[in-house]
Structure formats: structure tokens, C-alpha cells
């Protein structure tokens, strides 16, 4: 059993080392993306978050809704948080929030984190 692992992992190493020449990539907040792929920005996430999310998330802190700033939520919970809507949160849907809006808003929300921990790491 041991062996099968071990072999897996290797298969799984080598197919990630013979893609990696083939386009040029880079890191973003640990994540291989191509270079021509879109990266969201936190200052555009601030400017949806304030029109769509900061009602009841006031500056990301508790309000109607939970306090955002003191969590760190995983990206994908983000999203399907703001796409399904669980429990008192409404859902957004496309048409209201696109990918590149929601992206811009799932990196504002994970910057309002690193800005929390920055600032509670000052007062220790």
C-alpha cells in the first residue's frame, strides 16, 4: 500500500514538472496562474464590497451579518458563501456579481484578514 502511494505521488510530481515548461506561469497567493491570466484587485474589492457587502458587513467588521475581518476563510468558502447565500446571507447570483466581481471582492475580504492580523500583532 505504501508503494502505491509512493508511486502515485511520483506520477502526480512528474506530470506537474513536464507542464510547467509549456506555458509561463507565476505564483499569486501560493497559486500557479498563467501570465495572461486575471488577477483581482483589493482596491476594486473594496469599492463592490462597500456597494454590495458592507451593509451588513460594516468595513468588513459585524453588523447585520457576521465580522468578516477576523476570519480566515478559505477563498472557495467565500465564494459559495456569496453565491448561495447560507442562512441569513442573501445569495448573489452572475448577473449581479460577476467572476472578476466576485474575485475582486473574495481578495478584499482575505486583504481585510491580513490587515486584522497585522494590527492585533502591533498590540501584543
Partial sequence: MKTIAII?????????????????????????VKKSTFVADSTAGAKLFKKNC????????KGKGPSLND??????VIRSQVRLGIGKMPSFSKSELSKEDLDHITTYVTD???????EENKTH
Avoid at 54 to 61: A, I, M, Q, R, V
Avoid at 71 to 76: G, T, Y
Avoid at 112 to 118: F, G, I, P, V
Wanted: net charge positive; glycine share 14%.
Fill in 8 to 32: 502515485c505521488v511520483i506520477a502526480v510530481w512528474i506530470v506537474l514538472i513536464a507542464g510547467k515548461g509549456q506555458e509561463e506561469q507565476k505564483t499569486i497567493r501560493g497559486e500557479q
Fill in 54 to 61: 458592507n451593509k451588513c458587513h460594516p468595513g468588513g467588521g
Fill in 71 to 76: 476570519k480566515n476563510l478559505p477563498e472557495f
Fill in 112 to 118: 481585510l484578514y491580513d490587515t486584522y492580523k497585522a
